[in-house]
């Protein structure tokens, strides 16, 4: 019937069925339509929401907590309160309302049944989808809850996701002091994130491609279902092109999120922050950054970053950051910048690059912080370490300078320990030989001129450590009073021109040009300087001559009297001079060793000259050459005084006369001494004193012969009364062995015999276990008593008997000793002899011992010069100088050796009584 229907009706049948066809057409399409635009706008809104949580999330755990480092806080209220950046929330939804503007027209809204007090009119559930919504993710979280709705001619598709705590979250939910909700923990709903997006232009879209489709196939219904199939086509391609158009809007807004959270995180307006293109020129400046370089933005925009650089970093520096940056990595650094003002500001600076979906970099975005306050703090603290670091220098350096300070003091105590024993000894000697009832007449007088002349050499030592310390305190002064400079002069010319024929020396007196005849000036003082300058110049020079040249001069308009000391003698280096006119020191400690003095005179003299209005220095000084020391004082007013034209010199010539000493008075009869020393000469020279003495003296070579000598004479039951130990001796020295005697259980006396005299070295042989210390060379005298005083400690009951007897006197007589001085002095070659073999083989020990022997040994014969040259050449040794140091010194010892022979030849002899 319907086929007859179609046949009699064709073109209503066609037209029946074309509109059936149309309104099939028409309802699958409006379903594919509407299936499309929910698909697309669910996808839309899934991406949408995502980007945003995802943009929240990352907002949340890396910019806000690095903000907080730089001393940044997220709030609310940012855009009031300085210092501070938006929370997590606020900057969420205001991205996505400004990306709704820009872009599809989307509202985003993010609240809870628990607002915070700032969102009340905007937070919590104010309709029924957001009640049903909150409702859902209760039950499941996870699930989305959307609805499509109708508002009058309007569509709108709202879609939900659960707003679940994070962990970086939670801290400041419950602990904000005006949250509503206090228990959160991780993994809660908190809210709901809502994004509503228009249909309007979605549905118009598709009515109008659904006329653009319909149209044609309503005029053109004849080829009916060949239109409609090419309809079908039609409309499959369109929903494709949609699709794609949709696809091409949903990742247009992904970048667009992208590009829009870039720019967000970086340009943070509480840092400083710039925006450059690949090649480094400036896009974006920040008011921070133009607040601290002092440029505006349009000064900054299109420039690099050379504008404001400092020239503080090398190209290096440079080179290494542009590598990292390009190589699209992060680069982290401290910039030192010049602002405009060309002030230096410091900023702790991280560069990040951006790239597109290919890859390629499309920006560098820096962020800043200040740091010029902490970099000035450590340049400061830095300054203060150098100065502490220049203090302890300084401290060390005077740590040292006291320490050199107080070996001075050691060397002099050493030295005045010598030069006052030396005197003292001469004194104690010769008074005690006036007791000598077989002296004649002129020996008594020999003996008052050497006492006076050892007192006054004594009374010069002591005046010297006097003048010093009134110095030191102070105290001293010296008058100005009119005195006549020649007669002084001629006094010192007198006084010295005695030591000069001494020792073969000239000595002369000149003047250049006239001299005042009077001047205001100290006359003590002066004559003490010129004393003290010529007396060292004679010292020190053993050939030429030495001069004492007087000129009248101007010092800075001053009228000065100008006196130079000119010698031919040894000569300095510029660093003995440094040290020259410093207490207690001489040009070296061998000076004070082969020369004797106290070290102070140079001191005093200067400390004088300067008081009288001058000064002495050393103009010329030439090692081998000589030395000049020049003395200007002032004259004072010389109105009215009388210029002397042609001064003349008196010279008074005062000779002494030396004598030697006397034996000594003591006895020691029937006494078994056990006597323990390396040195041969020293062997016989004190067993020559012990045995006239009256003692049985037995001699070992070392301290080990003498160790077991000692003990086995104890243990066979006839022990010696008193070893005398030479505390340096080879295979045994003199310590060990006593130390060994005293731990073998030794009780009788032990005493210690050695060159050195110093305190320490008496406390050092004590603790060895000696009960006395005696120092060579040896006094006669001396050794005795102490060896009877060691006796009567031991026995303090028994009755003294050892006591002064002309037999003992007579057996000590000075014949006796001449007689063992030759033999001492003709042995002397072979000491020499053994002293160059030793220097020629480099054989330090053995000059070590060769120069120890002979200064124990020669000043027991009264050769004090050898004494003090061997313990030069021992000292040297042992401290290692140099092997040409060494032939120099053994060389001058050697000279004095050759010389003794001839100065025990011009020694006085005396005869016992008939």
């Not at 939900?160 to 801290?171: G, L, N």
């Not at 020049?630 to 042609?646: D, F, H, Q, Y």
């Not at 072979?830 to 002293?835: M, V």
């Amino acid at each position: 019937m319907l086929l007859t229907h179609v046949q009699r009706r064709p073109f209503l049948a066609l037209s029946i069925l074309a509109c059936a066809a149309c309104a099939i057409l028409w309802s699958g399409i409006s379903n594919l339509q509407e299936h499309l635009i929910e698909s697309t706008e669910i996808g839309h809104a899934r991406a949408y929401s995502e980007a945003l949580t995802e943009f929240r999330s990352v907002y949340a755990s890396e910019v806000v907590p690095a903000a907080k480092r730089m001393g940044l806080e997220a709030v609310h209220d940012y855009k009031t309160r300085e210092g501070t950046i938006p929370l997590p929330a606020t900057l969420t939804i205001l991205l996505g309302k400004k990306i709704g503007e820009r872009q599809s027209g989307a509202v985003t809204r993010l609240y809870s049944p628990y607002p915070f007090p700032w969102r009340q009119e905007t937070g919590g559930l104010q309709d029924d989808f957001a009640t049903a919504a909150w409702a859902s993710f209760k039950e499941t979280p996870d699930t989305p809850f959307y609805r499509f709705e109708h508002n009058g001619d309007h569509r709108t598709f709202r879609y939900a996701t659960a707003d679940v705590m994070r962990s970086s979250c939670i801290q400041c939910h419950n602990n904000h002091a005006e949250t509503p909700k206090n228990n959160w923990q991780v993994g809660d709903v908190r809210g709901i994130l809502e994004v509503a997006l228009p249909l309007d232009d979605a549905v118009a879209m598709a009515g109008m491609r659904t006329w653009e489709i319909l149209g044609p196939v309503m005029l053109v219904l004849i080829p009916g279902f060949a239109i409609l199939g090419f309809a079908l086509v039609t409309i499959r391609r369109n929903a494709s092109t949609l699709e794609r158009t949709v696809a091409e809007r949903t990742q247009a807004l992904k970048e667009a999120m992208v590009h829009l959270e870039t720019q967000k995180s970086a340009m943070d307006e509480h840092a400083i922050v710039a925006i450059t293109d690949p090649s480094g020129k400036i896009t974006y400046a920040n008011d921070k950054f133009c607040q601290i370089s002092q440029y505006t933005q349009d000064e900054l925009i299109g420039q690099t970053h050379a504008i404001i650089n400092s020239g503080y970093h090398t190209t290096e520096f440079w080179t290494e950051m542009w590598e990292t940056i390009t190589a699209g990595k992060v680069w982290q650094g401290e910039i030192c910048n010049r602002a405009k003002d060309g002030c230096l500001y410091w900023v702790e600076t991280t560069i990040t690059p951006f790239k597109d979906p290919a890859g390629n970099i499309t920006q560098y975005v820096a962020i800043r912080t200040d740091t010029t306050e902490r970099v000035e703090a450590q340049r400061e603290l830095a300054e203060d370490r150098a100065v502490l670091a220049s203090i302890n220098e300084a401290m060390h350096e005077a740590n040292i300078a006291a320490e050199s300070a107080t070996q001075a003091k050691s060397d002099f105590l050493a030295n005045m320990s010598h030069e006052i024993r030396t005197p003292m000894t001469a004194i104690l000697g010769f008074a005690e030989n006036m007791l000598d009832p077989n002296q004649s007449d002129s020996e008594r007088l020999n003996c008052v001129h050497t006492i006076r002349r050892n007192g006054e050499y004594l009374i010069g030592i002591i005046n010297d450590i006097l003048d010093l310390s009134k110095i030191e305190a102070g105290k001293m002064t010296v008058e100005h009073t009119a005195c006549q400079p020649c007669p002084i002069i001629a006094e010192v010319a007198s006084l010295m021109r005695v030591r000069a024929e001494a020792k073969g020396l000239p000595f002369k007196i000149e003047y250049i040009g006239a001299i005042p005849e009077t001047i205001q000036s100290d006359p003590t003082r002066l004559r003490q300087i010129l004393i003290n300058l010529v007396g060292n110049a004679i010292k020190f020079t053993e050939t030429g001559a030495v001069r004492l040249v007087t000129s009248f001069v101007e010092c800075g308009g001053v009228p000065c009297l100008q006196f130079d000391v000119i010698d031919t003698g040894r000569g300095m280096t510029q660093e003995q001079v440094a040290n020259l006119f410093q207490p207690f020191t001489q040009a070296d400690n061998s000076t004070t060793r082969k020369f004797g003095g106290t070290g102070l005179g140079l001191t005093i003299s200067k400390r004088f000259a300067e008081a009288l209005g001058g000064n002495i220095t050393v103009p010329t000084t030439e090692l081998g050459v000589g030395t000049t020391f020049r003395t200007k004082i002032a004259t004072g007013s010389l109105v009215g005084v009388n210029m002397l034209e042609n001064p003349t010199l008196a010279t008074v010539v005062a000779k002494d006369t030396n004598a030697a000493a006397h034996a000594p008075r003591v006895g020691l009869h029937d006494l078994r001494i056990l006597l323990a020393e390396d040195g041969e000469d020293n062997q016989r020279l004190i067993s020559f004193v012990l045995k006239k003495a009256g003692a049985d003296v037995t001699v070992m070579e070392n301290g080990k012969l003498a160790l077991d000598a000692a003990l086995a004479a104890r243990d066979a039951g006839n022990p010696f009364d008193v070893i005398l130990m030479d505390m340096q001796m080879p295979v045994m020295g003199g310590y060990e062995a006593t130390e060994q005697l005293r731990k073998n259980g030794y009780t009788a006396p032990i005493v210690a015999l050695t060159a050195h005299a110093m305190a320490g070295d008496r406390e050092k042989c004590l603790k060895a276990g000696c009960n006395d210390f005696a120092t060579k060379p040896i006094h006669r005298n001396k050794l005795i008593e102490t060896v009877q005083a060691q006796l009567d400690k031991n026995d303090p009951a028994a009755p003294s008997d050892h006591k002064t007897s002309d037999t003992l006197s007579r057996d000590l007589a000075d014949k006796d000793m001449l007689e063992l001085s030759k033999r001492f002095v003709s042995e002397l070659p072979n000491k020499i002899a053994a002293i160059e073999k030793a220097i020629g083989e480099q054989d330090l020990a053995a000059l070590e011992i060769l120069s120890h022997q002979l200064e124990g040994s020669a000043g027991m014969h009264g050769f004090s010069s050898i004494t003090d040259a061997a313990r030069l050449l021992e000292s040297s040794v042992k401290t290692g100088q140099e092997l040409e140091t060494l032939a120099k010194q053994s060389r001058a010892l050697a000279d004095l050796c050759r010389q003794a022979d001839g100065s025990l030849a011009q020694r006085p002899q005396h005869h016992k009584p008939a």
